[in-house]
Structure formats: C-alpha cells, structure tokens
C-alpha cells in the first residue's frame, strides 16, 4: 500500500467499540486470564499485554504505523529521541566496544556520545560524514555501529546513505540512522541498506511542538545479519536475565525484541501512551506537511540567495548546494524538507535579524508547524571559540530556520523587513 494510506490506516484493527480514532489506552498494567496466561505472556509463549513499560495497545499502534512508513519490520517507542538512539546504541555495544559516527550530527547526540557513552566504556570515533570513505579507517573488531543522520541538524548535509551502508557491509557491522529531519514521507533508509532508523518523534512526527518521543524501526530480515555474526554474540548466545533465550533463534524481529526485553524493561523511558496517540494524529498528516514544509524552505531559501546581506544559503533543494545532488538522490520527488541556514556579515548583524523577526518564533526546536529561527552561535554553541564554531560549521553570523506551515508570502516578507532593520 502507497505511503498516505498506511499513514491513516497501519497497525489498527477497530476494537470492540469501532472507534474511528485510535483509543488512548491509559493504564498501568492488564488483568491476566489466569496463572497459566500470565506464565506463557512472560515465558513469550503467547503475545499480550503485560505492564506499560514493555507494552500499551495505543503506543503497539504508533509502533506497527511507524514501522509500516519506514518499511521496517518492527519498532519500540521511547519516551525521547534520545532514548531511542541510546538504546539503538546500547543494543549492540558495550564497555570496551566503539561506534564510528559522522561528526555533524545533532548536538545532543554528540554530547551523548563524547561524554555519557564514553563514561560508560563506548569509544565514539568520527568521520565527516561528506567523505564517508574516512570511516572505513576507523573500523575494527570492537565497532559496533556506524551512525550518522540522513540530512543532518545544524549543519544541513545530505548523507550518502548507500556509500555508508556498503562500507558497513562489508565489516557485517550495523548502520543506524537518525532519520528525524528528513523523515519517512521524504526518505526510506531501509531502501539503501539501512539496518536501524531512529527518529525524534518530537519534531516533524508530532507536526504542531506538542509532546517529546523517540521511536527505533527495525528493517525486514535483520536477523541474518546477527545470526552468527561474532561481533554480536550476546544476540547468540543465552541471555541470562530472560531465562537464557537466545535471540536469533526466536521468530520474532530481534532488536526490538531485546530492547524491549531488556533496555526498556529496566531503563523504562518509555513513550507515555498520551504521547503515543498525539504521534499516530500527526503521522496522518505527515506527508502533506513534508510537502509544504519543503515548498516554503525552498521560496525562503531562493529569497535569501538573492538578497545583498546573506553571503550564504544552506538548503540541499537549492541548486547551487553541494548536496543537491544527494538530495535528488534520496529524497522523495526532490523535496528538501524544512530546514535552512544562511549567513550574514558578522555575530551582531546576525542577533539583530533575529530580534527583528515578528513572526519567526526565537525557539531551540525545529519540526513545529509555526516557524522558528534560531541564531546558534549565541544559544546551542555559545560555549564555542570563534575558531571552533567554524570547523562545526557554525559561523558566527549563521542563522538557522525551520520553515513552518504559514504562508511563505509573510514568512519572505517578515524576513525581508528583519534584513532591513
Ligand atoms: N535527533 C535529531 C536530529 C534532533 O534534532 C533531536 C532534537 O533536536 C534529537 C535527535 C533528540 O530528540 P529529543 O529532543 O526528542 O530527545
């Protein structure tokens, strides 16, 4: 089935009250039939619900759609992106273990990887993801995992998905992806050899800034890449904390199953099934959003290429960009997605263009269907040299926007009067 139908329709059979929405199931825990249920529910003999930090029928329907957009075979909610790429990372790693990451990658990803990951023993080793042949290098026998972002946040570069999973590949070595900016509607990674898609569910999933979440997809068949595969032998060989099962022999999709058993069951950041129903609301829309979210990025960005004061626009649907081409690529019918940066002359001249905006809001966050600018240098990298914030990519004057649903006529000319100002 097409994209825009799964959207309104995967993973909901209407219960017993044929609701047309999906129900918000709000509990803690569900009544077994009996002993004998509750044993085969825990022993996996029979799938069911338990407790709402393994499982809750709304968050199975957000769960079974996601999967469905991605193309995937099966995903776990989480209650952040964070949590989804901390468990996507803990799944397959441990202490004494490395992850070879591209280094323009959301800030807090990186934050997660140099400093928390590395506390607990995971060495997080970087390549630019605009050169993807540097990450072979880093490769050895303890890597785990190659992560890197699809369109990546701040700095806006489109990854060259297959020239990373082909490296991946040949190493039997797990790609995860975050796939929050571009979203399913715009890229499938699975497509491309993918193995893992993590995703902020709080930016273009939710579509209006209304909830945090976080959700890991699975791609079909994943198991004949961990079965037998020495660099995963906890996925081999008994888990002794679920009565010994040995993941690649059960028949169901493995990495979720074992985050589900074993990361979500004793870290818990799980999605809130509230939280859950407000995902499977904005996920009908998606694509329609994607679409225009695309549209008024791309008139914003053709508006500042041609204005005196901005010196550069970073937006893979312009032509001029050096990830068009990876766009084309990769994305559906060349939509972009929301996402822009330009610079102008200086670190003032940037402040002042932001204060001067009325309709843009001033907010850390991107994916909100209201429009947002952000100067990066004074907020998310304040802490940063002038010399540091040009290898991140992030001068000084640099201002970055996320390009919401109004129309693009007053979005131009609220920027347009900001410029003068
Ligand atoms: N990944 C990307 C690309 C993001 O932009 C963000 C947040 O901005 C995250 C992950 C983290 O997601 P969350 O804020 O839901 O934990």
Request: aromatic share 10%; glycine share 6%; hydrophobic share 40%.
């Amino acid at each position: 089935m097409h994209f825009q139908t799964e959207a309104l329709h995967a993973g909901y059979e209407k219960d017993s009250q044929s609701t047309m929405a999906v129900p918000i199931y709000m509990s803690t825990a569900y009544e077994f039939r009996d002993v004998e249920h509750a044993a085969n529910l825990f022993a996996l003999k029979e799938l069911g619900n338990i407790y709402t930090r393994l499982n809750n029928p709304t968050t199975d329907v957000f769960e079974k759609r996601f999967a469905a957009l991605e193309g995937g075979e099966a995903s776990l909610a989480t209650a952040s992106g964070m949590s989804a790429i901390f468990y996507a990372i803990a799944n397959a790693a441990e202490a004494g273990d490395n992850i070879v990451c591209a280094s323009q990658l959301y800030g807090g990803s990186l934050t997660l990887f140099s400093h928390s990951l590395k506390r607990f023993g995971i060495e997080a080793r970087y390549f630019n993801v605009q050169n993807p042949q540097e990450a072979e290098a880093l490769i050895d026998e303890k890597t785990k995992v190659i992560f890197f972002e699809t369109l990546t946040n701040p700095s806006i570069d489109v990854a060259n998905i297959s020239a990373i999973t082909a490296i991946a590949n040949r190493h039997n070595i797990l790609t995860v992806v975050d796939n929050t900016v571009a979203t399913p509607a715009l890229c499938q990674p699975f497509k491309y050899g993918v193995d893992i898609i993590v995703h902020s569910a709080s930016k273009y999933t939710t579509g209006q800034g209304l909830a945090i979440g976080g959700i890991m997809v699975e791609r079909k068949g994943l198991v004949d890449k961990l079965k037998g595969n020495a660099r995963y032998n906890h996925f081999n060989t008994p888990d002794e904390s679920y009565h010994g099962l040995v993941y690649v022999d059960v028949p169901l999709p493995l990495y979720t199953l074992r985050a589900r058993l074993s990361l979500l069951r004793d870290l818990g950041a799980v999605s809130s099934p509230f939280n859950s129903w407000l995902f499977i609301q904005g996920l009908e829309t998606l694509s329609l959003r994607m679409k225009e979210h695309s549209y008024n990025a791309l008139m914003l960005a053709q508006f500042l290429e041609n204005h005196p004061k901005v010196s550069k626009v970073n937006y893979p649907g312009l032509k001029s960009n050096s990830n068009y081409e990876n766009a084309q690529r990769y994305f559906e019918k060349g939509q972009s997605s929301g996402l822009l940066s330009f610079e102008v002359s200086d670190f003032e001249n940037a402040k002042a263009i932001v204060d001067a905006t009325e309709l843009f809001s001033l907010v850390v966050n991107i994916g909100d269907s209201k429009s947002i600018i952000t100067h990066p240098a004074s907020t998310t990298h304040q802490q940063l040299s002038e010399e540091e914030l040009v290898s991140c990519g992030v001068p000084s004057g640099l201002i970055r926007i996320s390009a919401g649903l109004e129309n693009v006529s007053d979005l131009i000319a609220d920027l347009s009067q900001a410029l003068e100002a």
